[in-house]
């Protein structure tokens, strides 16, 4: 059965470090591409950034590039969002989604998680 799962969010300060972790079963995963979506409250959910797992290619969303960083473990079946200097605006909950294409287009994924809840406040 296919399942993700996400861990590691919390309430940390602005300026701080945070890396969330998606754990991946039951997937072919040289055959999808994983990607990080975060929906903040009020707010349409939005590409955060998607790696390619054969080829380990990353594309990133415009609002946290140079700050985020995706990464995979192969013998984990894992995959990272290492989240440097995060900020207020970066509250959500984030959610990893597996796919076949690296899209930003949340509705070409088929695979979910739960979503982890991130949040950025002094």
């Known amino acids: 059965q296919e399942q993700l799962v996400e861990s590691g969010g919390g309430l940390v300060k602005p300026g701080e470090s945070l890396t969330l972790s998606c754990s991946v079963s039951g997937l072919i995963l040289e055959y999808y591409v994983i990607a990080w979506f975060r929906q903040p409250p009020g707010k349409e959910r939005e590409f955060v950034a998607v790696?390619?797992?054969?080829?380990?290619?990353?594309v990133y969303g415009q609002s946290v590039n140079d700050r985020f960083t995706i990464s995979r473990d192969n013998a984990k079946n894992t995959v990272y969002l290492q989240m440097n200097n995060l900020k207020p605006e970066d509250t959500a909950v984030y959610s990893c989604?597996?796919?076949?294409?690296?899209?930003?287009?949340?509705?070409?994924?088929?695979?979910w998680g739960q979503g982890t809840q991130v949040t950025v406040s002094s």
């Open positions: 989604a597996a796919g076949p294409l690296m899209l930003r287009d949340s509705t070409r994924y088929k695979y």
């Open positions: 790696i390619n797992w054969g080829s380990g290619t990353t």
